[in-house]
């Protein structure tokens, strides 16, 4: 009888012991998970104005619209937001996927890049894609459709994505030579070797101005395509359970018509770090 007693006792004693244990890890996991994300690391393209762009002054920091609404939508949690060079587009990609940077502030969604990111639910601003071509040949280019581009060459920047549509449709009809950086793409459509340039209306005005280039490419008026840009986590991000609280601060964004009123706030910065106030 006292040998069953003593059973029942050791067996409550186990049981009591593994819960407390399930308690005390249960109070350090949470503890360490409310104080893990102290810092979140942002990057973005380094040449897509007034979105993003590498601050001359300062090769190490990104700076343009969509970082301000990161440090915006933190500013109240006591989190240090760093704003980081993480190499070319491509590079920032990576660094993302591998967990070297916690946010990529400014990029088109796709199914590839949803496997290591997670998005905010909506973007933050509408960005139309452009066709650039040369101006000497802008009258005579005919463009209304996708399918007008098949025969053609087309050039962009390595790393660029248009959106799902179009990507898939890009890979299985048309022909397009990749280039480091933009100035590149320019030089390729210059020379002929490419028909046509596309890329981001913005930041391909803006690489026009910075070049000098912009009496001799120009945009087609007709939309590629018209895509949002977005603000995603890393998957690897410690961060990363703060995407609800960023999806309702873009929410907030957009319907206070924020993000919208931020664009020629950060061209004239944009110009200004490049000493192109003069330009239009």
């Known amino acids: 009888m006292k040998f069953v007693i003593l059973k029942n006792n050791t067996a409550n004693s186990i049981v009591t012991m593994k819960y407390s244990v399930a308690l005390l890890l249960a109070a350090a996991f949470s503890s360490a998970f409310a104080t893990e994300c102290k810092t979140i690391k942002v990057s973005g393209d380094v040449d897509y104005p007034p979105i993003t762009w590498q601050n001359p002054k300062d090769k190490n920091e990104i700076k343009g619209l969509a970082i301000q609404l990161v440090y915006d939508a933190f500013s109240d949690l006591g989190i ?3 704003s980081v060079y993480a190499g070319d587009w491509g590079e920032v990609q990576n660094n993302a996927r591998i967990g070297n940077i916690d946010i990529i502030a400014g990029l088109y969604i796709n199914e590839e890049r949803k496997q290591y990111l997670d998005y905010t639910e909506q973007p933050f601003l509408m960005d139309p894609v452009a066709i650039f071509v040369p101006s000497k040949k802008a009258y005579d280019f005919k463009f209304s459709k996708w399918e007008d581009l098949k025969s053609l060459q087309g ?5 660029n994505s248009f959106g799902q549509k179009f990507d898939k ?3 299985k009809h048309l ?9 590149e793409t320019f030089d390729e459509l210059l020379s ?6 596309i890329q981001g209306l913005y930041p391909g005005i803006a690489g026009l101005a910075r070049t000098r280039l912009s009496i ?4 087609n008026p007709v939309p590629v395509v018209e895509e949002g840009l977005y ?10 359970h703060h995407i609800k609280l960023l999806s309702n601060k873009v929410h907030s964004f957009v319907k206070d018509k924020i993000s919208s009123s931020l664009v020629d706030k950060y061209f004239k910065l944009w110009k200004e770090d490049f000493n192109l106030t003069g330009l239009k």
């Open 169 to 171: 449709f890009s890979k």
């Open 216 to 219: 001799r490419i120009t945009p």
């Open 155 to 159: 050039v962009t920047t390595v790393g």
């Open 192 to 197: 002929g070797n490419s028909d046509y340039l």
């Open 175 to 183: 022909k397009i030579k990749y280039k480091e950086l933009m100035e």
């Open 80 to 82: 240090k937001i760093e």
């Open 231 to 240: 603000i995603a986590f890393s998957k690897r991000s410690h961060c990363k």
